[in-house]
């Protein structure tokens, strides 16, 4: 081993609540563990903006599973769900109410579970509309003074490190500077692929780094095309997400004309599937020129402070309905990985949003994303704990004019965003995706032509996330069967001669 190598047990690069997780599965086994985030701040993670909270079985994992099986269509991995509902109780108590002290909404003495879309009864846990920073920043607490953790701020993963199917770390770049950083084991931990959509729920950077990182080592992907729209984000300049906790409280969804129009979609009204009620806000904006959410059925600053106050920051007045349209939520599948984490290839694993567990086949039941973190980054964590750091030769890159790749990467992100909204979101047609195919093909090809081997953090995020969008768009054009999020409008009719 050489004598100035920078190496770790452990490497996860991300601080989400999966990556924090995996990181304190690892040290709990014995592993000094280097988290790397490209964040300086708790915001930087989707797990910061999470409003609704964490779902969990309440002694019946069946009817856990059941609903969450339902919600994705009948496409969840039934072994994959049993696995987050067995665990559920047991790791959100050790973790967050035992370790982080997380003292969530309480109705007298007892907890005061919320019911969101889908789920068929209240098993919730919240605090008011903002439980993910409330998780969030004790978690980055506990982790920064765990004495086997060490962590690296703004710090961007930007490659893998490989050698024979193997995973031996990542190439970190840190204010302008490249390493490499050897690992035994390589936990990723990236969140999402919010950028690749002009209106998403997610933070900024969101750019599918992990996934597109993996797929370029020869990890596999699986259920790409399944891309999650949350139907009530505020239509607003700066959007913010209005949680399904405020429908699951009774406010109802009413169109341009104010009429209530969910229930003659689907039997749960405002509390059906995600992609259900997504699309048909869709619709109905589409139709009548506008949705709005309508909370006076309930005490809304009332219950959800949080949010009552996001509206005056907006100028949102909530007392005439809080308008609202789909935006990019999450992404249901990712980097292929077992129940462990393991993707296929060796000492590389995947917790979070970048994963593919199986957990949300073609459809994620709502306040499942903070669990599935929590439950695969602890077990991946302790999986891999034990691996020696072996190092090998890292990929060599070279630095090019500051100036370009800012300006080069806008413009080629502003198209990148055009065509996944037009070809490749809510609603798909078979000729648009070819279409969309194409282009994300000529895109990534001048995209690669500039940035294969260049240290700047926005042209690697260019790269990432211009895969990224293949990969969606390529699985979007292979799956010609609507269920759940991939939903294919039926080719309209050859017109006679």
Aim: hydrophobic content about 40%; some cysteine.
């Amino acid at each position: 081993m050489a004598a100035d190598a920078t190496t770790t047990d452990v490497l996860v690069v991300g601080s989400g609540i999966a990556g924090l997780a995996a990181g304190l599965g690892a040290a709990r086994a014995g592993s000094e563990v280097t988290i790397a985030t490209k964040s300086s701040r708790p915001a930087g993670a989707s797990t910061w903006w999470a409003q609704g909270g964490v779902a969990i079985a309440r002694g019946d994992p069946e009817a856990f599973k059941q609903d969450v099986i339902e919600a994705s269509a009948g496409t969840a991995d039934p072994d994959a769900v049993s696995v987050l509902v067995d665990q559920a109780d047991e790791i959100v108590r050790d973790v967050l109410v035992e370790t982080l002290d997380v003292e969530f909404d309480t109705n007298g003495d007892a907890f005061d579970f919320g019911r969101e879309a889908a789920h068929g009864e209240p098993r919730v846990l919240h605090i008011d509309a903002s439980t993910g920073r409330h998780i969030h920043v004790p978690f980055l607490n506990h982790m920064a003074d765990h004495e086997a953790v060490t962590f690296r701020e703004d710090t961007a993963a930007l490659a893998l490190i490989t050698h024979e199917g193997r995973v031996h770390g990542a190439m970190l770049e840190h204010d302008g500077e490249v390493e490499p950083v050897y690992a035994g084991t390589t936990i990723l931990a990236t969140g999402g692929i919010g950028d690749l959509y002009a209106r998403s729920t997610n933070p900024d950077g969101s750019t599918g780094d992990g996934i597109a990182m993996a797929a370029l080592a020869g990890a596999d992907v699986a259920d790409m095309e399944y891309v999650q729209f949350h139907p009530t984000v505020s239509t607003t300049e700066d959007p913010f997400l209005v949680s399904e906790a405020v429908r699951g409280e009774g406010a109802l969804l009413r169109n341009g004309e104010d009429e209530r129009f969910m229930p003659a979609i689907h039997e749960d009204a405002e509390l059906a599937p995600r992609d259900v009620v997504a699309r048909a806000v869709a619709r109905e904006r589409d139709r009548t020129g506008e949705v709005y959410l309508d909370v006076s059925p309930l005490d809304f600053a009332g219950t959800f402070p949080d949010l009552a106050n996001l509206c005056a920051e907006r100028d949102v007045d909530w007392e005439q309905g809080i308008p609202v349209a789909p935006a990019e939520h999450f992404l249901c599948g990712g980097i292929d990985v077992d129940t462990w984490g393991r993707s296929s290839l060796d000492c590389l694993y995947a917790v979070g949003e970048c994963a593919r567990t199986g957990v949300h086949g073609a459809n994620r039941l709502a306040s499942t994303s903070l669990l599935e973190g929590l439950v695969w980054g602890m077990r991946a964590g302790e999986d891999a704990a034990g691996a020696d750091p072996v190092v090998v030769e890292a990929p060599r890159l070279r630095d090019s004019d500051p100036a370009l790749p800012d300006r080069f990467a806008r413009e080629k992100f502003v198209r990148l965003q055009r065509v996944m909204d037009e070809y490749v979101g809510l609603e798909r047609d078979p000729e648009e995706l070819q279409r969309a195919l194409g282009v994300l093909r000529r895109l990534k090809g001048e995209v690669d032509a500039y940035v294969r081997t260049r240290t700047q953090r926005s042209l690697a995020e260019l790269r990432h996330a211009s895969i990224t969008a293949l990969l969606i768009a390529r699985a979007a054009t292979e799956n010609d069967e609507s269920v759940g999020t991939h939903y294919v409008r039926e080719p309209a009719p050859a017109r006679e001669a």
